[in-house]
């Protein structure tokens, strides 16, 4: 690394660390001569660039972009480089006295698109939130972690408000507004819009409990809940929340009741994950059932033939030596559906008024219900889940259930407000024979745990639950939810649980059902909107139910749709496996999954992310369970389409698609896409039309705005889409990178021999040096927003001739040279991304003389 300082109006020297190569020759220093060569050129802005109106620079004339009916107009999509600060934090410069603790941004943005916050000093102890309010004002959300990054999803079209909020320190950051994927948004985060108890905070201490803490001034705003939770996990009740939010009274913060106390949880969630005895501190999350209400009732199980399940029950109907764990609202333990079916449970709902049954934790896990209305019905979700693995079938009435043969495991953790993380916790941790919250164990563990239930917020104590019963043998199955999203829901999307979608009569994805990068298989989960199957009933799931609307419990059998209608017939399924191969573990039923050996395939040939690796088969399953000690049913030839999707952001022209067959011959490649702004080019294609495409974009005559198509690709009966989303920029609209400090740097001594101050506002602004001696020479530009004498440090603009990751040497000797053109920007950084933000002139530290 070398250290070089931007020239002050003091002087030009500098200080090497360390000598710099750069690509295209090395060499040699100045000479002595004066030759009175000239070099100049343009600093280029990209038009998506915009830096914060009021940064700390001196240099800069600061427009201050707060309060909210200040806030600076921005276009989108946008990469905004900002400086924000408490009072007295950071470098002197234009806010240090008063400080600049807020930013607003005025955006016009679309339904999907996300808020990326990439905060640049976070290691140093600045952490900044990240805010978002309607047009009116009012709060939509908030991110409030204590990490590099916050996020936010934009809920539908509209203008809004974005603020960034300093909480503590100061900092520059990156506020990037645009399609970020879902895996890159941030995890750990804290965000309003997630679905948690309010002042109520899961923690883990090291060292002492809580309530053997003494006086600790933080810690006092709790008070502690004396059940003995496993993991030395501790809930606190948070009864006198410290002034945080004092700190935004002048920020235009207008919130209801219920986000003031969600917002303060969040915080103390914050203050605890800042303590050096905490080992981890995270709010207390609600998780809901996956079904989709409706109380239309329906006729017959269509959905059972759909996955081939009478061939599969003339090998096995299962075998009561398997267990499978509902874990959820309970089950009506004397609902005809259920008789003979169960083994013993538990009930982990802790609050007593959740439970609606008197108590907290105890051993009866009957559902008492979950009605918060008189006259309307309870779901009894818990039964009709569990009627689906295994119903008491074959007896000439009812409905049948997948593995009826096999035992239910009924766990209660789901009451009248839904369930939250720790309750689950317990529940799967019972379930797979852990020691847990009712100090108990089942006699036998279960084999297999459902459920039908999640939420969208990941958190480590359902998260480290589900690992110790995976390490225990137990297979999870889980519902992947029903907001229609590829936002990842919980506990579907942790590592090691069969995340289940739903298809309709139709193998169609349900309407409701959620996709993306971690579902792994699809089941029958019905839609009660249509009837495509004329048996004048809506296709939804046939199993058990009740109506407790009026004074008198009345046993049913009804019709529900949803994700968790899907997951217990995959379940169900896992259970006849068991039956067939005890000896099954997860990873081999997830390696038999992986190969195909357990699905039909559904939409693109291969894992895709609406369907997973397919439609359950109940048949090939079991097939392949018998079989797995001598061998498994051969892979069917796949087509491959790689990315499966295209984003051309900003000035994007061009990306590869990649066709490939793998495991045997398909056939030739048949291409469609109708989209007018886009071709597709071959590269390197065989004469099946196998290999790499060029998808090219032509923006002539678009008009601005966000546009999506798709290619369609076909090889025999296989077929893949490719979803393409390109971004038309407004021309009228114009970069604005800051102040920027150009630099002639010497590649032998390090030293700056020169500085060019711009502007650099517009598609691009000129910069020269005149009375250059002979030599080789290395041009930077950067921003210091902060005023710490540095430029090009994280999260401010910068570049270099001719790239900011390989910098060029130019060589002077006597004539002039001209057109030296080169970009400044902001680099964007995955949340993912193990790399430090930014690279190549980046890797350079660049101060300024007076700077210490």
């Given at each position: 690394m070398i250290r070089l300082e931007k020239l002050t109006k003091a002087g030009l020297s500098l200080m090497a660390a360390s000598l710099i190569s750069a690509c295209g020759g090395g060499g040699g220093g100045g000479g002595d001569d004066v030759s009175g060569v000239n070099i100049s050129g343009k600093l280029i802005v990209p038009s998506f660039v915009v830096t914060d109106s009021d940064v700390n620079d001196v240099e800069s004339v600061p427009i201050p972009n707060h309060p909210r009916t200040s806030a600076q107009v921005v276009p989108n999509p946008v990469n905004i480089g900002g400086y924000v600060n408490q009072r007295l934090q950071g470098a002197s410069g234009n806010s240090f006295s008063t400080g600049d603790t807020d930013d607003y941004f005025l955006?016009?943005?679309?339904?999907?698109?996300?808020?990326?916050?990439?905060?640049?000093?976070?290691?140093?102890?600045?952490?900044?939130?990240?805010?978002?309010?309607?047009?009116?004002?009012?709060?939509?959300?908030?991110?409030?972690?204590?990490?590099?990054?916050?996020?936010?999803?934009?809920?539908?079209?509209?203008?809004?408000?974005?603020?960034?909020?300093?909480?503590?320190g100061a900092s520059n950051y990156l506020l990037s507004v645009g399609l970020t994927p879902d895996s890159e948004t941030p995890s750990a985060a804290l965000r309003l819009s997630d679905d948690f108890l309010p002042q109520e905070v899961l923690a883990r201490f090291n060292g002492l409990p809580l309530q053997a803490r003494g006086q600790d001034p933080q810690l006092q705003q709790f008070e502690f809940d004396p059940t003995s939770y496993s993991e030395g996990v501790q809930r606190l009740r948070l009864i006198e929340p410290e002034s945080t939010l004092a700190m935004r009274s002048g920020s235009d913060l207008q919130l209801s009741e219920l986000q003031q106390r969600k917002l303060e949880t969040l915080y103390a969630v914050k203050g605890l994950r800042?303590?050096?005895?905490?080992?981890?501190?995270?709010?207390?999350?609600?998780?809901?059932?996956?079904?989709?209400?409706?109380?239309?009732?329906?006729?017959?199980?269509?959905?059972?033939?759909?996955?081939?399940?009478?061939?599969?029950?003339?090998?096995?109907?299962?075998?009561?030596?398997?267990?499978v764990a509902v874990i959820d609202t309970g089950v009506l333990l004397t609902h005809p559906e259920m008789l003979g079916q169960l083994t013993e449970g538990?009930?982990?709902?802790?609050?007593?008024?959740?439970?609606?049954?008197?108590?907290?934790?105890?051993?009866?896990?009957?559902?008492?219900?979950?009605?918060?209305?008189?006259?309307?019905?309870?779901?009894?979700?818990?039964?009709?889940?569990?009627?689906?693995?295994?119903?008491?079938?074959?007896?000439?009435?009812g409905a049948a259930g997948v593995a009826w043969n096999s035992r239910i495991m009924p766990i209660r953790v789901l009451g009248k407000d839904g369930g939250n993380s720790l309750d689950l916790a317990e529940g799967i941790r019972f379930a797979a024979g852990l020691p847990n919250a009712s100090g108990t164990l089942p006699a036998q563990a279960a084999d297999i745990i459902n459920l039908s239930l999640g939420g969208s917020a990941d958190n480590q104590t359902t998260r480290d639950a589900v690992a110790a019963a995976r390490a225990e043998g137990v297979i999870i199955v889980a519902a992947a939810g029903n907001e229609t999203t590829s936002q990842l829901s919980y506990p579907a999307s942790y590592e090691g649980v069969v995340s289940v979608s739903a298809v309709d009569i139709n193998r169609d994805l349900a309407f409701y059902s959620n996709f993306g990068s971690m579902i792994d298989v699809?089941?029958?989960?019905?839609?009660?909107?249509?009837?495509?199957?004329?048996?004048?009933?809506?296709?939804?799931?046939?199993?058990?139910?009740?109506?407790?609307?009026?004074?008198?419990l009345s046993y049913q059998l009804v019709f529900y749709n949803g994700t968790s209608m899907a997951s217990p017939h995959v379940a169900g399924v896992a259970a006849l496996m068991k039956a067939v191969y005890p000896a099954m573990t997860p990873a081999e039923f997830d390696l038999l999954l992986a190969a195909g050996e357990l699905t039909n395939d559904l939409g693109d040939t291969g894992r895709d992310d609406l369907f997973g690796h397919g439609l359950i088969d109940a048949f090939k399953a079991v097939d392949a369970a018998q079989q797995r000690g001598g061998g498994g049913v051969p892979v069917d030839p796949a087509l491959s389409v790689n990315p499966q999707s295209l984003s051309f952001s900003h000035s994007l022209q061009?990306?590869?698609?990649?066709?490939?067959?793998?495991?045997?011959?398909?056939?030739?490649?048949?291409?469609?896409?109708?989209?007018?702004?886009l071709s597709l080019q071959a590269n390197q294609v065989d004469s099946s039309g196998y290999g790499s495409y060029s998808a090219v974009v032509d923006r002539t005559g678009v008009a601005a705005g966000t546009y999506s198509g798709s290619i369609q690709i076909s090889a025999g009966t296989a077929n893949s889409t490719v979803e393409v989303i390109m971004q038309v920029l407004d021309t009228t609209i114009s970069g604005d990178a800051g102040i920027?400090?150009?630099?002639?740097?010497?590649?032998?001594?390090?030293?700056?021999?020169?500085?060019?101050?711009?502007?650099?506002?517009?598609e691009s602004v000129n910069y020269s040096f005149s009375d250059v001696t002979s030599g080789n020479y290395i041009i930077f530009a950067g921003s210091d927003m902060d005023?710490?004498?540095?430029?090009?440090?994280?999260?401010?603009?910068?570049?270099?001739?001719?790239?900011?990751?390989?910098?060029s040497i130019i060589e002077v000797t006597t004539s002039d040279i001209a057109d030296r053109d080169f970009a400044t920007s902001y680099e964007y950084q995955s949340p993912s991304s193990s790399q430090s933000l930014g690279s190549g002139a980046r890797s350079l530290l660049l101060r300024r003389l007076d700077a210490e």
């Open positions: 955006i016009d943005m679309q339904a999907g698109q996300t808020l990326l916050l990439n905060i640049a000093d976070q290691s140093s102890g600045a952490d900044l939130d990240l805010f978002l309010y309607d047009i009116n004002g009012l709060l939509v959300d908030a991110s409030v972690g204590e990490t590099q990054f916050e996020s936010l999803l934009i809920p539908q079209d509209g203008q809004y408000y974005v603020n960034v909020f300093a909480y503590t800042k303590r050096g005895d905490v080992a981890y501190a995270e709010p207390n999350y609600i998780v809901r059932p996956s079904l989709t209400p409706n109380d239309t009732h329906y006729n017959l199980q269509w959905h059972y033939p759909q996955i081939n399940l009478p061939q599969a029950w003339d090998i096995t109907t299962g075998d009561n030596s398997v267990i538990y009930d982990f709902i802790s609050d007593p008024e959740n439970a609606g049954d008197g108590d907290g934790i105890d051993s009866n896990p009957n559902d008492d219900g979950d009605a918060v209305q008189e006259g309307i019905s309870s779901s009894f979700h818990g039964t009709h889940v569990a009627a689906t693995v295994a119903a008491s079938s074959n007896d000439s009435r699809a089941a029958p989960g019905g839609d009660l909107r249509v009837d495509l199957n004329g048996d004048s009933r809506p296709d939804g799931i046939l199993s058990a139910g009740a109506d407790d609307s009026t004074d008198t061009t990306a590869t698609l990649f066709i490939e067959q793998i495991g045997g011959d398909l056939g030739s490649v048949q291409i469609t896409e109708n989209i007018d702004w920027h400090y150009v630099l002639l740097v010497n590649n032998a001594t390090n030293s700056v021999l020169q500085q060019f101050q711009v502007d650099a506002v517009g005023m710490d004498g540095i430029i090009c440090d994280a999260g401010e603009s910068c570049g270099a001739y001719a790239t900011a990751s390989q910098p």
